[in-house]
């Protein structure tokens, strides 16, 4: 896929750019530039270019407003020790992706021309990659159904569009133990839905549970399954580990209702090199509940590429609270977070191949 450039003219100056870089929140502030692609059931995908960073015109009756037909996805690029920057892992957001689109009926954008869009965007945009610590260029790349009409069927057209933003942490301040609130009512994920998609309507159900959440003064909501209401699932926007007995780390099993998270996949991976069991099983809440009382469970963390590695500290329900260990950020937590992002800024050998040089 070829790439019309068409910069912008009038790019953010230096002064206001430093002013963001110096303090990027998450997801509030976006670079000078985006990339896009128009595709329809005739043409396939065509009109890619790189654009200034502008809104959308959307007729309002396009699918994707009322039907929800959307996928997206997210990847971060981190300045190196050389000054150049790398992708982590752009390969494995590409074919997830693509396994997305196909949950919802939605045309495969070629993983090549993603991997090529973030190298295009990041490239152009390097000037927005910030230099401190724990901070990267978060990308956004997401497909929206933009077909007129409000038949409920497969869109016949659809946009690809790539949008970055200069991220700090997910969780406002510096890095700290999150709480969670345990979802009693509501569910994120049922057998055969979408759950493994990474897909608007999943964040969009969890929402309201996310806000039981907040009521109850916890950073995120924590599901379980659909079917016993016992397993654990995963956060409103994150995996979750528990670190038993110091060696072992439970998290629970790929399946289809659980997104397939790279950085997900990149703990488990790296917790094997250095040492700890790895199981990806059913965990029964019970097993976190009596477990952080027995002292059996001794840390929890969340993950994800926004999240990174985050150290979980209490887990509330109506009326009972659970604290694996002393609830501060434990040492089996903080290794893993320390081998994943030195790995990612290029301080450690990155024998995986996962980094993917940009400049
Ligand atoms: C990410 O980690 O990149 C996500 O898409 C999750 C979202 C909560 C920001």
């Known amino acids: 896929m070829e790439f019309d450039l068409q910069p912008t003219g009038t790019p953010v100056d ?119 610590e724990g901070t990267s260029l978060y990308l956004r790349p997401f497909m929206y159904a933009d077909e007129v009409g409000l038949g409920v069927r497969p869109s016949d057209s659809a946009r690809f569009l790539l949008i970055a933003s200069p991220a700090g942490n997910y969780f406002s301040g510096p890095l700290r133990p999150v709480s969670l609130w345990l979802s009693q009512e509501y569910v994120r994920a049922a057998p055969g839905g979408t759950g493994a998609a990474k897909t608007g309507g999943n964040y969009a159900s969890s929402l309201v549970a996310q806000q039981e959440a907040i009521d109850n003064g916890c950073d995120q909501v924590v599901f379980l399954d659909a079917v016993e209401h016992r397993w654990l699932e995963e956060l409103g926007g994150m995996n979750v580990f528990l670190v038993q007995d110091d060696r072992t780390l439970l998290t629970p099993p790929l399946g289809g209702t659980i997104l397939e998270g790279v950085t997900r996949d990149s703990v488990i991976t790296l917790a094997r090199e250095l040492g700890y069991t790895v199981e990806e099983r059913p965990v029964d809440v019970d097993e976190w509940r009596k477990g952080a009382t027995d002292g059996s469970v001794v840390e929890a963390f969340a993950c994800g590429t926004a999240a990174v590695i985050t150290p979980i500290g209490a887990l509330r329900w109506p009326g009972g609270e659970a604290v694996a260990g002393d609830g501060q950020p434990g040492a089996v937590t903080t290794e893993l977070r320390t081998a994943l992002l030195d790995i990612q800024y290029g301080r450690r050998p990155d024998t995986h191949g996962w980094l993917h040089k940009v400049v």
């Open 14 to 132: 230096a002064e206001t750019r430093a002013g963001v870089l110096a303090n990027p929140a998450f997801g509030r502030v976006f670079t000078d530039h985006m990339v896009s692609a128009q595709w329809t059931r005739e043409r396939g995908w065509f009109d890619a270019c790189l654009t200034p960073y502008a809104p959308l015109t959307l007729d309002p009756a396009s699918v994707v407003l009322h039907y929800a037909q959307e996928v997206f996805e997210g990847l971060k690029a981190y300045l190196q020790p050389d000054g150049g920057i790398a992708m982590f892992r752009p390969d494995r957001n590409a074919a997830r992706m693509v396994r997305s689109c196909a949950r919802l009926a939605l045309p495969p954008f070629p993983e090549d021309a993603f991997v090529a869009a973030c190298e295009l965007l990041v490239r152009t945009d390097r000037d927005w990659v910030p230099d401190g």
